[in-house]
């Protein structure tokens, strides 16, 4: 498999682990970002680990997918994680309001805000390590 088929591959592999994790099952949670394990990460991490084997690990492009992908896994526990807490305590404020009729009849949003967006610490590693499995096992078995 080329470089992207391989991080492609590893993208669907975690989207699909996420039905398994999620309660309740729910093969909607196939198109959602959030959970166990981080697509995002397991992308970014073959991508890097398939370089790293066919080009070097000394080499320069290495560096710059390595650069991208600490960018990629920091944002997905870091900052999606809090927009998502934010999100939670946002849907809690705006129920609290309604329930006291300080809406006047008015619905202050229509829906409530996603919360599962980003992912916990162990949720990024559990990608990171799903995406250098499939990099590793694609590149000493399959090629």
């Known amino acids: 498999m080329t470089l992207l088929q391989v991080s492609i591959?590893?993208?669907?592999a975690a989207q699909f682990l996420k039905i398994f994790f999620?309660?309740?099952?729910?093969?909607?949670?196939?198109?959602?970002?959030?959970?166990?394990?981080?697509?995002h990460s397991s992308f970014v991490s073959s991508l890097t680990i398939?370089?790293?084997?066919?080009?070097?690990?000394?080499?320069?492009?290495?560096?710059?997918?390595t650069v991208f992908a600490l960018i990629v896994t920091?944002?997905?526990?870091?900052?999606?994680?809090?927009?998502?807490?934010?999100?939670?305590?946002?849907n809690n404020l705006i129920k609290h309001l309604e329930d006291k009729s300080f809406a006047n009849d008015k619905q202050l949003i229509k829906?409530?805000?996603k919360e599962l967006i980003g992912h916990t610490p162990f949720e990024v590693f559990a990608g990171v390590l799903l995406g250098?499995?499939?990099?590793?096992?694609?590149?000493?078995?399959?090629?």
């Open 111 to 113: 829906e409530d805000l």
């Open 74 to 90: 920091y944002d997905a526990s870091g900052v999606r994680r809090a927009v998502g807490l934010q999100a939670n305590v946002l």
């Open 22 to 39: 999620i309660r309740p099952i729910n093969l909607y949670t196939i198109f959602t970002s959030g959970g166990m394990p981080s697509s």
């Open 9 to 12: 591959f590893s993208l669907f």
């Open 50 to 65: 398939t370089v790293g084997l066919k080009y070097s690990f000394n080499s320069d492009l290495f560096a710059i997918v």
């Open 132 to 143: 250098a499995l499939i990099a590793v096992v694609n590149w000493y078995f399959l090629i």
